[in-house]
């Protein structure tokens, strides 16, 4: 007859074996409304997270109205849209930053347009062309606020563990 002690670590050596992945970490979300009348994002910020303990998640809400819409546009010089021309053409629609702006979500609201001509939901790669084009859907917030949350989370005993745009 096993006592109590060895039944204990049997179970757990079972259940470490059998059920690896059945116990996972709840992660708190913060939310904070990044609206055009709201004009106290920081106190906010402070007022939620003095209400949560640990680890938590981003969650920023926006506007439809406050998501700039950039078009990008690159010459394609091979004549075949490449990987390394969509990313140019990306890069170009989202040059759109102030000097501390960081792009917060950049996401194509559109299909690529080959030539002026052809929309593409697909990446366009392999294509013959001589111009390419795209527009994005982009999300900026000020590089300076982001690192004074960092900190006072930090500061708090806690981490910004994920993020999420959330478009109200």
Known sequence: MLNTTSRFIK??????????????QVIQELTIPLLANTATPDTDFMTVLSTITGDFSLVLQVSPNDVIRSTGMVAIPSGIITASDVGRVLE????????????????????????????????????????????VALVRINERMLQRWRDWATALGRNIVAWRIEAL
């Open 92 to 135: 170009a629609a989202m040059s759109l930053l102030c000097k501390d702006d960081v792009i917060m979500h950049a996401s194509p609201t559109c299909s690529f347009v080959v030539d002026g001509v052809m929309q593409t939901a697909f990446m366009p790669i392999g294509m013959p062309a001589t111009r390419l084009d795209v527009t």
């Open 11 to 24: 179970y757990n050596m079972l259940t470490k074996i059998f059920m690896p992945n059945t116990i996972k």
